[in-house]
C-alpha cells in the first residue's frame, strides 16, 4: 500500500466517536478531572521545582538535577494537557481555538514524551551506578546531569517536537466527529514513518531497558536490605528511600505512560489505527494526568530534605500573603539556610 493510500486510510479511520467510551455527561466530568489534575500538576511540579532551585543544598544534588528536569517535563504537559483534551474531540465537535495552541500543544505532547522517557532512563541508569561504582559516581557532579539534561531536551526537540508545530492544521470537519485538528497531508505521511520507525528506537526500547535495570535494582536492594539489618538502622533507611524512588518514580512513569506503550507497540504491529487511537487518546488523558500531577508528591515523599525545604517554603509563602503574619517570614530561614543536620541529609 503506497502513502497516499495509507493516509486516505488513516483520515478515514482516525474519527472520535465520544459516546465509545463515556455519555455527554460523563464527559463534562472528565474534563473538569482533566483541568483540575492540570492545575495541581503545573502548581505541584513549579513549586518543587522553584524548592530545589532556591535550596544550594539540594541543587548539589546530582540526582535533585534529574527531579527539577522531570518537573519541568511534568510542568509543560500539564499547562497543554487541556488543550490536547480539548483537541481530541471528547467535548467540543470541532477546534474552534487559534491555529497555534493546536500546533503548541500537540509540540509539547511529543516533545515531553520522548524527553521524559529519556529523564526516565537517566534516572535508573544513575542508580545502577550509585549500587555498582559508587566511587566512581563522587566524579559526576549536578553541572555534569545538568548539561545530560539539556541535551536530553535538545535531542528530544529536535527528533519529536518540532515537526507538529509545522505539520499540524486547522480543517473544516466533513464529519461532526471528525478531528479538525489534525496533521496536513503534507506532513502526516512523516508522521506515520516516524511512529513506525523511530519510535520503536526513541520510545519502546528506552522503556524495556527501564523496566529490566527496575528489577535489577530492586532485586540489588533487596539483597542489601538483608545485609544492613544486622548493621546501622540508618543504612536501612537509606535502602529504603532508594527503593521508594523507584517504585514511586518509574512506577508512576509506567502507569502514565502504559496506553502510550501499547498504542507504539500497535503501531509497530501494524494494527488497524481507528480502533487504536480511540483507546489510546482515552486512556491516555487519564492516566497521565494522575501520573503528572502525583510525581512531585512522590519526590517529596521519597526524600526528606526536599520535604522539609517544601514545608519552609510554602510556611513562608504563606506568611507572606497573609497581612496579619507580615513580620514572620523574616524571623523565620530562609529555604537556603539549613541546619547542619539537614545539609548531612540529602536526596538519595
Same mark, same amino acid.
Given at each position: ?37 492540570? &492545575? =495541581? ?16 543544598? &539540594? ?33 467540543? %465537535? ?23 522517557? #529519556? ?7 544513575? %542508580? ?10 563522587? %566524579? =559526576?557532579?549536578?553541572? #555534569? ?13 529536535? @527528533? ?13 470537519? +466533513? ?8 496533521? +496536513? ?33 530492586? #532485586? ?67 492516566? &497521565?494526568?494522575? +501520573?503528572? +500531577? ?13 520535604? @522539609? ?40
Amino acid at each position: 500500500m503506497n502513502t497516499t493510500a495509507i493516509i486516505r486510510e488513516y483520515r478515514n479511520t482516525t474519527v472520535w466517536a465520544p459516546y465509545m467510551f463515556a455519555t455527554e455527561e460523563q464527559n463534562t466530568l472528565l474534563w473538569v478531572f482533566v483541568v483540575i489534575a492540570a &492545575l =495541581i500538576g503545573t502548581i505541584a511540579n513549579a513549586i518543587v521545582f522553584v524548592v530545589i532551585t532556591r535550596n544550594k543544598t &539540594l541543587r548539589e544534588n546530582p540526582f535533585n538535577i534529574i527531579l527539577m528536569s522531570l518537573c519541568v517535563s511534568d510542568f509543560l504537559s500539564a499547562v497543554a494537557s487541556p488543550i490536547m483534551y480539548y483537541k481530541s474531540g471528547l467535548i467540543p %465537535r470541532d477546534y474552534n481555538l487559534p491555529e497555534w495552541t493546536c500546533k503548541l500543544a500537540v509540540m509539547i505532547d511529543h516533545w515531553t514524551t520522548i524527553a521524559t522517557v #529519556h529523564h526516565i532512563l537517566a534516572t535508573v541508569i544513575y %542508580r545502577v551506578l550509585v549500587l555498582n561504582k559508587p566511587k566512581r559516581l563522587r %566524579r =559526576i557532579n549536578s553541572k #555534569h546531569v545538568a548539561a545530560l539534561m539539556c541535551f536530553i531536551w535538545i535531542e528530544s526537540f529536535a @527528533t519529536s517536537g518540532w515537526y507538529p508545530m509545522v505539520g499540524m492544521e486547522i480543517e473544516e470537519a +466533513s464529519d461532526p466527529y471528525t478531528r479538525s485538528c489534525f496533521m +496536513s497531508d503534507l506532513w502526516i505521511g512523516y508522521g506515520i514513518r516516524y511512529s513506525k520507525y523511530y519510535l520503536p528506537i526513541a520510545f519502546v526500547a528506552p522503556v524495556f531497558v527501564i523496566v529490566i535495570l527496575s528489577i535489577y535494582i530492586l #532485586h540489588v536492594i533487596a539483597k542489601i536490605r538483608r545485609i544492613v539489618r544486622e548493621r546501622s538502622r540508618r543504612d536501612l533507611r537509606r535502602e529504603n528511600r532508594a527503593l521508594l524512588h523507584i517504585c514511586f518514580i518509574v512506577g508512576s512513569f509506567i502507569v502514565g505512560y502504559s496506553p502510550e506503550i501499547a498504542f507504539r507497540i500497535n503501531v509497530m504491529r501494524g494494527a488497524d489505527f481507528g480502533l487504536t487511537v480511540y483507546a489510546y487518546d482515552f486512556f491516555r488523558f487519564i492516566l &497521565l494526568r494522575i +501520573s503528572e +500531577s502525583l510525581n512531585p508528591f512522590f519526590y517529596t515523599l521519597c526524600s526528606r530534605s526536599i520535604r @522539609t525545604a517544601c514545608y519552609r517554603f510554602l510556611i513562608v509563602l504563606c506568611c507572606r500573603c497573609c497581612p496579619t503574619n507580615s513580620s514572620k517570614p523574616e524571623e523565620m530561614q530562609s529555604p537556603d539556610e539549613s541546619s547542619p543536620k539537614d545539609r548531612q541529609t540529602t536526596s538519595s
